[in-house]
Protein backbone atom coordinates (compact mmCIF):
# COMPACT_ATOMS: atom_id res chain seq x y z
CA UNK A 1 0.00 0.00 0.00
CA UNK A 2 2.45 2.25 0.57
CA UNK A 3 4.61 1.68 -2.56
CA UNK A 4 1.05 2.34 -4.05
CA UNK A 5 0.72 5.30 -2.41
CA UNK A 6 4.17 6.23 -3.48
CA UNK A 7 3.66 6.08 -6.59
CA UNK A 8 -0.11 7.58 -7.23
CA UNK A 9 -0.51 10.94 -5.09
CA UNK A 10 -3.70 11.54 -6.13
CA UNK A 11 -4.96 8.23 -4.35
CA UNK A 12 -5.51 8.59 -0.91
CA UNK A 13 -4.50 5.20 0.75
CA UNK A 14 -5.28 4.68 4.45
CA UNK A 15 -4.04 1.28 6.30
CA UNK A 16 -5.99 0.43 8.94
CA UNK A 17 -5.69 -2.40 11.47
CA UNK A 18 -7.55 -3.32 14.94
CA UNK A 19 -4.05 -3.42 16.87
CA UNK A 20 -3.94 -0.02 18.13
CA UNK A 21 0.31 -0.66 18.74
CA UNK A 22 0.66 -1.77 15.35
CA UNK A 23 -0.48 1.25 13.93
CA UNK A 24 1.31 3.46 16.32
CA UNK A 25 4.29 2.13 15.21
CA UNK A 26 3.84 2.84 11.56
CA UNK A 27 3.35 6.39 12.29
CA UNK A 28 6.29 6.37 14.47
CA UNK A 29 8.45 9.50 13.48
CA UNK A 30 11.75 7.60 14.23
CA UNK A 31 11.42 5.04 10.78
CA UNK A 32 13.70 2.56 12.42
CA UNK A 33 10.96 1.64 14.51
CA UNK A 34 8.44 0.90 11.88
CA UNK A 35 6.98 -2.73 12.79
CA UNK A 36 8.45 -4.48 9.82
CA UNK A 37 12.21 -4.61 9.16
CA UNK A 38 12.28 -4.49 5.08
CA UNK A 39 14.72 -2.69 3.03
CA UNK A 40 14.04 0.62 1.35
CA UNK A 41 10.73 0.76 3.44
CA UNK A 42 11.71 3.45 5.56
CA UNK A 43 12.24 5.49 2.13
CA UNK A 44 8.52 4.91 0.88
CA UNK A 45 6.72 5.34 4.23
CA UNK A 46 8.37 8.92 4.88
CA UNK A 47 7.89 10.09 1.05
CA UNK A 48 4.31 8.82 1.48
CA UNK A 49 3.27 9.54 4.86
CA UNK A 50 1.37 12.12 5.48
CA UNK A 51 0.47 13.20 2.29
CA UNK A 52 -1.84 10.48 0.53
CA UNK A 53 -1.34 7.57 3.00
CA UNK A 54 -2.59 7.49 6.48
CA UNK A 55 -2.14 4.65 9.53
CA UNK A 56 -5.00 4.27 11.67
CA UNK A 57 -7.60 1.79 13.87
CA UNK A 58 -10.51 3.96 12.93
CA UNK A 59 -11.47 0.91 10.14
CA UNK A 60 -15.12 1.56 9.98
CA UNK A 61 -14.67 5.16 8.94
CA UNK A 62 -12.06 3.72 6.33
CA UNK A 63 -14.44 1.66 4.61
CA UNK A 64 -17.02 4.22 4.34
CA UNK A 65 -15.14 6.67 2.67
CA UNK A 66 -13.55 3.75 0.67
CA UNK A 67 -13.74 3.41 -3.62
CA UNK A 68 -11.38 0.53 -3.34
CA UNK A 69 -10.99 -1.95 -0.09
CA UNK A 70 -7.73 -5.06 -0.12
CA UNK A 71 -8.25 -7.68 2.41
CA UNK A 72 -4.77 -8.22 3.55
CA UNK A 73 -5.39 -10.66 6.83
CA UNK A 74 -3.61 -13.41 8.01
CA UNK A 75 -5.06 -16.55 6.49
CA UNK A 76 -2.67 -19.60 8.94
CA UNK A 77 -3.16 -22.69 8.82
CA UNK A 78 -6.03 -24.33 11.05
CA UNK A 79 -5.41 -25.51 14.10
CA UNK A 80 -8.26 -27.10 14.81
CA UNK A 81 -11.52 -28.73 13.42
CA UNK A 82 -11.96 -29.57 9.81
CA UNK A 83 -8.80 -29.53 8.01
CA UNK A 84 -6.83 -29.07 11.14
CA UNK A 85 -2.98 -28.94 10.20
CA UNK A 86 -3.60 -28.27 6.04
CA UNK A 87 -6.62 -25.72 5.43
CA UNK A 88 -6.47 -22.19 5.51
CA UNK A 89 -8.18 -20.80 8.81
CA UNK A 90 -10.58 -17.90 7.04
CA UNK A 91 -11.94 -16.64 10.39
CA UNK A 92 -10.44 -13.06 9.94
CA UNK A 93 -11.17 -13.19 5.96
CA UNK A 94 -14.61 -13.73 6.35
CA UNK A 95 -14.61 -11.08 9.55
CA UNK A 96 -13.02 -8.49 7.29
CA UNK A 97 -15.90 -9.23 4.86
CA UNK A 98 -18.50 -8.94 7.13
CA UNK A 99 -17.69 -5.83 8.31
CA UNK A 100 -17.55 -4.13 5.03
CA UNK A 101 -20.79 -5.57 4.05
CA UNK A 102 -21.91 -3.45 7.00
CA UNK A 103 -20.11 -0.51 6.56
CA UNK A 104 -19.67 0.35 3.00
CA UNK A 105 -21.33 2.83 1.14
CA UNK A 106 -22.06 3.35 -2.74
CA UNK A 107 -19.70 1.25 -5.17
CA UNK A 108 -17.21 -0.54 -3.58
CA UNK A 109 -14.20 -2.98 -5.48
CA UNK A 110 -13.38 -5.72 -2.64
CA UNK A 111 -9.65 -6.92 -3.55
CA UNK A 112 -8.59 -10.37 -1.98
CA UNK A 113 -4.97 -9.74 -1.61
CA UNK A 114 -4.23 -12.46 1.16
CA UNK A 115 -3.47 -15.60 -0.53
CA UNK A 116 -6.37 -17.39 -0.29
CA UNK A 117 -7.90 -21.38 -1.02
CA UNK A 118 -9.79 -21.47 -4.79
CA UNK A 119 -13.03 -20.17 -4.28
CA UNK A 120 -12.93 -17.92 -1.39
CA UNK A 121 -13.77 -15.09 -3.00
CA UNK A 122 -17.31 -17.44 -3.78
CA UNK A 123 -17.89 -16.85 0.09
CA UNK A 124 -16.46 -13.02 0.06
CA UNK A 125 -18.99 -12.28 -2.87
CA UNK A 126 -22.03 -14.17 -0.68
CA UNK A 127 -21.27 -12.15 2.38
CA UNK A 128 -21.28 -9.05 0.17
CA UNK A 129 -24.11 -9.28 -2.20
CA UNK A 130 -26.37 -9.88 0.77
CA UNK A 131 -25.90 -6.42 2.21
CA UNK A 132 -26.57 -4.78 -1.28
CA UNK A 133 -29.00 -2.18 -1.25
CA UNK A 134 -30.42 -1.03 -4.16
CA UNK A 135 -30.47 3.15 -4.79
CA UNK A 136 -34.19 3.81 -2.85
CA UNK A 137 -35.13 6.79 -1.28
CA UNK A 138 -33.83 7.26 2.66
CA UNK A 139 -31.78 4.32 1.89
CA UNK A 140 -27.72 4.06 1.43
CA UNK A 141 -27.17 2.25 -1.47
CA UNK A 142 -24.46 -0.30 -2.00
CA UNK A 143 -22.84 -2.33 -4.29
CA UNK A 144 -19.94 -4.54 -4.54
CA UNK A 145 -17.31 -6.11 -6.72
CA UNK A 146 -14.89 -8.69 -5.70
CA UNK A 147 -11.29 -9.14 -7.49
CA UNK A 148 -8.40 -11.49 -6.87
CA UNK A 149 -5.16 -9.74 -7.04
CA UNK A 150 -3.03 -11.81 -5.34
CA UNK A 151 1.02 -10.90 -4.08
CA UNK A 152 4.04 -12.28 -5.18
CA UNK A 153 6.49 -10.16 -3.40
CA UNK A 154 9.36 -12.16 -1.04
CA UNK A 155 10.72 -10.75 2.12
CA UNK A 156 13.86 -9.04 1.96
CA UNK A 157 13.56 -7.66 -1.44
CA UNK A 158 9.53 -6.38 -0.90
CA UNK A 159 10.25 -3.18 -2.48
CA UNK A 160 12.43 -4.14 -5.67
CA UNK A 161 10.11 -6.62 -6.08
CA UNK A 162 7.08 -4.06 -5.80
CA UNK A 163 8.66 -1.33 -8.36
CA UNK A 164 9.23 -3.96 -10.50
CA UNK A 165 7.45 -7.25 -10.25
CA UNK A 166 7.62 -9.83 -12.95
CA UNK A 167 3.96 -9.67 -12.99
CA UNK A 168 0.86 -8.32 -11.55
CA UNK A 169 -2.24 -10.55 -11.31
CA UNK A 170 -5.84 -9.22 -11.19
CA UNK A 171 -8.69 -12.03 -11.51
CA UNK A 172 -12.31 -11.33 -11.50
CA UNK A 173 -15.43 -11.00 -13.78
CA UNK A 174 -16.43 -7.23 -13.85
CA UNK A 175 -14.40 -5.51 -16.08
CA UNK A 176 -14.76 -1.80 -14.79
CA UNK A 177 -13.62 -3.04 -11.79
CA UNK A 178 -10.28 -5.16 -13.56
CA UNK A 179 -9.43 -1.71 -15.55
CA UNK A 180 -9.95 0.36 -12.14
CA UNK A 181 -7.54 -2.13 -10.34
CA UNK A 182 -4.92 -2.37 -13.59
CA UNK A 183 -4.82 1.49 -14.30
CA UNK A 184 -3.50 2.10 -10.87
CA UNK A 185 -0.74 -0.42 -11.28
CA UNK A 186 -0.37 1.09 -14.70
CA UNK A 187 0.94 3.74 -13.42
CA UNK A 188 4.33 2.11 -12.90
CA UNK A 189 4.07 -1.23 -14.01
CA UNK A 190 4.11 -1.97 -18.01
CA UNK A 191 1.31 -2.83 -19.55
CA UNK A 192 1.91 -5.92 -20.94
CA UNK A 193 3.14 -7.53 -17.15
CA UNK A 194 -0.55 -6.70 -15.68
CA UNK A 195 -2.35 -10.00 -16.29
CA UNK A 196 -5.62 -10.51 -16.12
CA UNK A 197 -7.34 -13.88 -15.65
CA UNK A 198 -10.91 -15.51 -13.52
CA UNK A 199 -11.12 -15.52 -9.99
CA UNK A 200 -10.64 -18.98 -9.83
CA UNK A 201 -6.96 -19.11 -11.99
CA UNK A 202 -5.92 -15.96 -10.18
CA UNK A 203 -6.09 -17.52 -6.55
CA UNK A 204 -4.95 -20.93 -7.73
CA UNK A 205 -2.15 -19.36 -9.49
CA UNK A 206 -0.80 -17.79 -5.69
CA UNK A 207 -0.33 -21.16 -4.58
CA UNK A 208 0.70 -22.59 -7.32
CA UNK A 209 3.67 -20.33 -8.15
CA UNK A 210 4.68 -20.62 -4.20
CA UNK A 211 4.80 -24.43 -4.40
CA UNK A 212 6.78 -24.73 -7.61
CA UNK A 213 9.16 -22.54 -5.84
CA UNK A 214 8.93 -24.71 -2.93
CA UNK A 215 9.38 -27.67 -5.41
CA UNK A 216 12.63 -26.52 -6.31
CA UNK A 217 14.20 -26.37 -3.30
CA UNK A 218 13.07 -29.74 -1.61
CA UNK A 219 14.13 -31.08 -5.17
CA UNK A 220 17.89 -29.04 -4.25
CA UNK A 221 17.84 -30.29 -1.00
CA UNK A 222 17.71 -33.78 -2.11
CA UNK A 223 20.19 -33.45 -4.58
CA UNK A 224 22.64 -31.84 -1.65
CA UNK A 225 22.38 -35.12 0.39
CA UNK A 226 23.18 -37.18 -2.46
CA UNK A 227 26.16 -34.68 -3.42
CA UNK A 228 27.20 -35.29 0.01
CA UNK A 229 27.66 -39.36 -0.47
CA UNK A 230 28.51 -38.94 -4.00
CA UNK A 231 31.71 -36.60 -3.97
CA UNK A 232 29.41 -34.09 -6.11
CA UNK A 233 29.26 -30.56 -5.17
CA UNK A 234 25.66 -29.46 -5.09
CA UNK A 235 26.58 -25.58 -6.60
CA UNK A 236 28.65 -27.17 -9.77
CA UNK A 237 25.50 -29.06 -10.16
CA UNK A 238 22.84 -26.33 -9.72
CA UNK A 239 24.74 -24.52 -12.02
CA UNK A 240 25.23 -26.82 -14.42
CA UNK A 241 21.26 -27.85 -14.37
CA UNK A 242 20.40 -23.87 -14.23
CA UNK A 243 22.24 -23.09 -17.26
CA UNK A 244 19.36 -25.04 -19.48
CA UNK A 245 16.94 -21.76 -19.88
CA UNK A 246 14.07 -24.56 -19.44
CA UNK A 247 15.39 -24.83 -15.82
CA UNK A 248 16.95 -21.54 -14.61
CA UNK A 249 19.35 -20.50 -12.39
CA UNK A 250 16.82 -19.39 -9.82
CA UNK A 251 15.65 -20.74 -6.24
CA UNK A 252 18.25 -23.70 -6.77
CA UNK A 253 20.24 -22.82 -3.46
CA UNK A 254 20.31 -25.64 -0.99
CA UNK A 255 20.49 -24.61 2.72
CA UNK A 256 18.48 -25.75 5.76
CA UNK A 257 15.11 -25.88 4.11
CA UNK A 258 12.76 -23.13 3.25
CA UNK A 259 10.55 -21.09 5.88
CA UNK A 260 8.56 -17.83 5.99
CA UNK A 261 4.95 -17.96 6.66
CA UNK A 262 3.93 -18.67 3.00
CA UNK A 263 5.36 -22.40 1.74
CA UNK A 264 4.47 -24.46 4.33
CA UNK A 265 1.22 -22.95 4.83
CA UNK A 266 0.36 -22.81 0.91
CA UNK A 267 1.51 -26.37 0.04
CA UNK A 268 -0.74 -27.71 3.08
CA UNK A 269 -3.51 -25.75 1.68
CA UNK A 270 -3.12 -27.48 -1.86
CA UNK A 271 -2.59 -30.54 -0.18
CA UNK A 272 -6.72 -30.04 1.48
CA UNK A 273 -7.90 -28.68 -1.42
CA UNK A 274 -6.79 -31.68 -3.87
CA UNK A 275 -7.99 -34.57 -1.31
CA UNK A 276 -11.34 -32.39 -1.06
CA UNK A 277 -11.74 -32.50 -4.69
CA UNK A 278 -11.14 -36.51 -4.75
CA UNK A 279 -7.08 -36.06 -6.16
CA UNK A 280 -5.07 -38.03 -3.56
CA UNK A 281 -2.72 -38.62 -5.86
CA UNK A 282 -1.99 -34.97 -6.73
CA UNK A 283 -2.22 -33.99 -2.67
CA UNK A 284 0.37 -36.63 -2.01
CA UNK A 285 2.78 -35.56 -4.57
CA UNK A 286 3.02 -31.74 -2.94
CA UNK A 287 2.93 -33.12 0.64
CA UNK A 288 5.92 -34.70 -0.13
CA UNK A 289 8.17 -30.74 -0.53
CA UNK A 290 7.25 -30.39 2.81
CA UNK A 291 7.92 -33.45 3.85
CA UNK A 292 11.26 -33.16 2.87
CA UNK A 293 11.90 -29.77 4.13
CA UNK A 294 11.27 -31.10 7.50
CA UNK A 295 13.48 -34.48 7.06
CA UNK A 296 16.60 -31.43 5.74
CA UNK A 297 15.99 -29.76 8.61
CA UNK A 298 16.49 -33.05 11.00
CA UNK A 299 19.07 -34.09 8.95
CA UNK A 300 21.07 -31.32 9.73
CA UNK A 301 20.86 -31.04 13.47
CA UNK A 302 21.47 -34.90 12.81
CA UNK A 303 24.59 -34.60 11.27
CA UNK A 304 25.86 -31.71 13.61
CA UNK A 305 25.55 -34.54 16.76
CA UNK A 306 27.12 -37.07 14.26
CA UNK A 307 30.33 -34.80 14.20
CA UNK A 308 30.64 -33.98 17.55
CA UNK A 309 31.35 -37.36 18.49
CA UNK A 310 27.77 -38.64 18.50
CA UNK A 311 27.53 -36.06 21.81
CA UNK A 312 26.32 -32.63 21.85
CA UNK A 313 25.24 -32.24 26.13
CA UNK A 314 26.64 -29.88 27.45
CA UNK A 315 28.09 -28.37 24.49
CA UNK A 316 28.65 -24.79 23.18
CA UNK A 317 27.22 -24.64 19.80
CA UNK A 318 27.40 -20.74 18.25
CA UNK A 319 23.83 -20.80 15.63
CA UNK A 320 25.09 -17.95 12.81
CA UNK A 321 21.13 -16.68 11.84
CA UNK A 322 17.83 -17.41 13.44
CA UNK A 323 15.96 -15.59 10.51
CA UNK A 324 14.02 -17.63 7.49
CA UNK A 325 16.10 -16.01 5.16
CA UNK A 326 19.01 -12.84 5.12
CA UNK A 327 17.81 -9.22 5.04
CA UNK A 328 14.76 -10.06 7.16
CA UNK A 329 13.98 -10.05 11.27
CA UNK A 330 11.24 -12.38 10.48
CA UNK A 331 11.54 -15.97 11.78
CA UNK A 332 8.10 -17.50 11.06
CA UNK A 333 8.84 -21.44 10.26
CA UNK A 334 12.43 -20.30 10.09
CA UNK A 335 14.29 -23.55 9.61
CA UNK A 336 16.70 -22.40 12.60
CA UNK A 337 13.49 -23.21 14.97
CA UNK A 338 13.50 -26.68 14.13
CA UNK A 339 17.24 -27.23 14.38
CA UNK A 340 17.91 -25.40 17.53
CA UNK A 341 14.67 -27.48 18.97
CA UNK A 342 16.70 -30.79 17.94
CA UNK A 343 19.91 -29.84 19.07
CA UNK A 344 18.42 -28.66 22.85
CA UNK A 345 16.80 -31.78 22.62
CA UNK A 346 20.06 -33.27 22.50
CA UNK A 347 21.47 -30.81 25.77
CA UNK A 348 23.54 -28.23 23.84
CA UNK A 349 24.18 -25.05 24.60
CA UNK A 350 23.14 -22.54 22.27
CA UNK A 351 24.56 -19.30 21.61
CA UNK A 352 21.94 -17.57 19.00
CA UNK A 353 23.62 -14.41 17.12
CA UNK A 354 21.46 -12.83 14.66
CA UNK A 355 21.73 -9.06 13.87
CA UNK A 356 18.27 -8.73 13.06
CA UNK A 357 15.93 -10.82 15.04
CA UNK A 358 15.01 -9.69 18.54
CA UNK A 359 15.74 -12.14 21.48
CA UNK A 360 12.45 -11.78 22.77
CA UNK A 361 10.90 -13.72 19.60
CA UNK A 362 13.74 -16.47 19.71
CA UNK A 363 12.19 -17.38 23.36
CA UNK A 364 8.77 -17.35 21.90
CA UNK A 365 9.73 -19.62 18.71
CA UNK A 366 11.70 -22.19 21.09
CA UNK A 367 9.36 -22.12 24.22
CA UNK A 368 12.24 -21.58 26.48
CA UNK A 369 13.52 -18.32 28.00
CA UNK A 370 16.86 -17.22 27.35
CA UNK A 371 19.81 -18.18 29.80
CA UNK A 372 22.06 -16.18 30.96
CA UNK A 373 25.68 -16.35 29.28
CA UNK A 374 27.71 -18.50 31.35
CA UNK A 375 30.67 -16.25 30.37
CA UNK A 376 29.17 -13.23 31.81
CA UNK A 377 28.15 -15.36 34.79
CA UNK A 378 30.32 -14.92 38.19
CA UNK A 379 28.80 -17.81 39.56
CA UNK A 380 29.03 -21.66 37.79
CA UNK A 381 25.71 -22.72 36.83
CA UNK A 382 27.10 -26.36 36.25
CA UNK A 383 24.19 -27.31 34.29
CA UNK A 384 25.89 -28.25 31.55
CA UNK A 385 25.88 -31.51 31.89
CA UNK A 386 22.50 -32.08 33.12
CA UNK A 387 21.19 -32.43 29.97
CA UNK A 388 18.82 -29.67 29.46
CA UNK A 389 19.73 -27.52 26.67
CA UNK A 390 19.74 -24.15 26.96
CA UNK A 391 19.81 -21.02 24.65
CA UNK A 392 21.53 -17.18 24.93
CA UNK A 393 21.44 -14.31 22.76
CA UNK A 394 25.03 -13.79 21.86
CA UNK A 395 25.67 -9.73 20.74
CA UNK A 396 28.03 -10.05 18.30
CA UNK A 397 30.07 -13.18 16.53
CA UNK A 398 33.12 -13.46 18.74
CA UNK A 399 30.51 -13.49 21.83
CA UNK A 400 28.73 -16.34 20.34
CA UNK A 401 32.24 -18.07 19.51
CA UNK A 402 33.95 -17.68 22.38
CA UNK A 403 34.76 -21.65 24.00
CA UNK A 404 32.03 -23.29 21.35
CA UNK A 405 32.70 -26.47 20.19
CA UNK A 406 31.31 -25.73 16.36
CA UNK A 407 29.48 -22.67 14.87
CA UNK A 408 26.48 -23.71 12.64
CA UNK A 409 25.59 -21.10 10.25
CA UNK A 410 21.75 -21.32 9.16
CA UNK A 411 21.09 -17.27 7.65
CA UNK A 412 22.79 -16.49 4.60
CA UNK A 413 23.16 -13.00 6.36
CA UNK A 414 26.01 -11.12 4.14
CA UNK A 415 28.46 -10.29 6.28
CA UNK A 416 28.38 -14.72 6.88
CA UNK A 417 30.76 -14.97 4.00
CA UNK A 418 34.21 -12.84 4.99
CA UNK A 419 33.87 -13.84 8.18
CA UNK A 420 37.52 -13.43 9.66
CA UNK A 421 38.56 -17.34 10.46
CA UNK A 422 42.08 -17.16 11.59
CA UNK A 423 40.83 -14.78 14.59
CA UNK A 424 37.54 -16.50 15.74
CA UNK A 425 39.33 -20.06 15.57
CA UNK A 426 41.64 -19.31 18.59
CA UNK A 427 38.82 -18.76 20.69
CA UNK A 428 36.92 -21.87 19.93
CA UNK A 429 37.49 -25.47 22.20
CA UNK A 430 39.37 -28.20 19.58
CA UNK A 431 38.68 -29.66 17.68
CA UNK A 432 36.22 -27.23 16.35
CA UNK A 433 33.67 -27.48 13.57
CA UNK A 434 31.78 -25.15 11.05
CA UNK A 435 28.77 -26.46 9.85
CA UNK A 436 27.90 -24.37 7.04
CA UNK A 437 23.77 -24.83 6.06
CA UNK A 438 23.91 -22.35 3.43
CA UNK A 439 27.17 -22.58 1.51
CA UNK A 440 28.45 -19.36 1.98
CA UNK A 441 32.21 -19.63 3.75
CA UNK A 442 34.93 -19.96 2.10
CA UNK A 443 35.93 -23.59 2.48
CA UNK A 444 39.98 -22.78 1.45
CA UNK A 445 39.94 -20.12 4.47
CA UNK A 446 37.96 -22.16 7.17
CA UNK A 447 40.14 -25.15 6.68
CA UNK A 448 43.71 -23.33 6.52
CA UNK A 449 42.27 -21.67 10.28
CA UNK A 450 42.95 -25.30 11.58
CA UNK A 451 38.68 -25.45 11.68
CA UNK A 452 37.09 -28.87 10.75
CA UNK A 453 33.91 -27.96 7.95
CA UNK A 454 30.73 -29.22 6.64
CA UNK A 455 28.98 -27.37 4.04
CA UNK A 456 25.89 -28.58 2.37
CA UNK A 457 26.22 -30.80 -0.83
CA UNK A 458 29.51 -30.99 -0.45
CA UNK A 459 30.58 -34.13 -1.00
CA UNK A 460 34.26 -33.23 -0.60
CA UNK A 461 33.88 -32.53 3.26
C1 LIG B 1 7.84 -16.34 -0.99
C2 LIG B 1 7.78 -16.19 -2.53
O1 LIG B 1 9.12 -16.14 -3.05
C3 LIG B 1 7.03 -14.91 -2.91
O2 LIG B 1 6.89 -14.85 -4.33
C4 LIG B 1 5.65 -14.93 -2.27
O3 LIG B 1 4.93 -13.74 -2.55
C5 LIG B 1 5.80 -15.07 -0.77
O4 LIG B 1 6.50 -16.29 -0.45
C6 LIG B 1 4.45 -15.09 -0.12
O5 LIG B 1 3.58 -15.86 -0.55
O6 LIG B 1 4.24 -14.30 0.79
P1 LIG B 1 9.35 -15.33 0.95
O7 LIG B 1 8.79 -16.45 1.77
O8 LIG B 1 9.31 -13.96 1.51
O9 LIG B 1 8.60 -15.26 -0.47
O10 LIG B 1 10.90 -15.62 0.64
P2 LIG B 1 11.69 -16.53 -0.43
O11 LIG B 1 12.79 -15.71 -0.98
O12 LIG B 1 10.79 -17.18 -1.39
O13 LIG B 1 12.35 -17.63 0.51
C7 LIG B 1 11.57 -18.65 1.14
C8 LIG B 1 12.49 -19.65 1.78
O14 LIG B 1 13.17 -20.42 0.80
C9 LIG B 1 13.59 -19.03 2.66
O15 LIG B 1 13.72 -19.80 3.83
C10 LIG B 1 14.82 -19.13 1.78
O16 LIG B 1 16.01 -19.16 2.52
C11 LIG B 1 14.57 -20.42 1.05
N1 LIG B 1 15.30 -20.53 -0.22
C12 LIG B 1 15.04 -19.68 -1.25
C13 LIG B 1 16.25 -21.55 -0.38
O17 LIG B 1 16.50 -22.35 0.56
N2 LIG B 1 16.91 -21.66 -1.57
C14 LIG B 1 16.67 -20.82 -2.62
O18 LIG B 1 17.31 -20.99 -3.68
C15 LIG B 1 15.72 -19.81 -2.45
Redesign the pocket.
Known amino acids: MAVIADHCPQIQVTVVDLNEERISAWNNEDLTKLPVYEPGLDAVVARARNRNLRFSTDVNDAISSADMIFISVNTPTKTKGLGSGQASDLRWVEACARQVAKYAKGHTIVVEKS ?1 LPVRTAETVQAILQAAEQPPLDGIVPRSFVVLSNP ?7 AIQDLEAPDRVLIGGEDTNAIESLAKIYGVWVPPEKILRTNLWSSELS ?1 LI ?2 AF ?2 Q ?2 SS ?1 NSVAALCEVTGADVREVSKAIGADSRIGT ?6 P ?7 KK ?1 ILNLVYLSRHFGLPEVADYWQHVVTVNTWQQNRIARLVVKNLFGNITGKKIALFGFA ?2 ANTNDTRE ?2 AIRIANDLLEEGAQLAIYDPKVDPKQISIDLQLPASSNPEKTSIPTNTSLTGEGTWWPANSINEATKGSDAILILT ?1 WEHFEDLNWKEIAPHMRQPAWVFDSRGVVNPSEVRSAGLRLWRVGDGAT
Open positions: TEFLAEGTKANLARIIKFLNSGGFGGSCFDFKAPE
